[in-house]
């Protein structure tokens, strides 16, 4: 039988979240590191990503996200970390 290992430590697709002006501003980017448009399609790895992740750059920033994650639910399936 073989054995299946889970790395948790492999880049995903994520939101970076930052505070601009009082406002939360999420940016796409893929695994890879590259920015994303809004059609979320990387030329660099040529694939269609999903972001699934939001990682924040502050604590500020983490507390705001955690915020609408328990008000909304178009928040409430995104993992949250702190960069």
Known sequence: MTKIIENNKLPLDHYKATLENGSLVMKPFCSCGNSLDEDYFCDKCNKK??????????????????????????FSAFKIKLA
């Open 49 to 74: 990503c999903n972001c699934h992740q939001i990682v924040c750059d502050n604590e500020v920033t983490l507390k705001l996200v955690k915020k609408y994650t328990r008000k909304s639910s178009q």
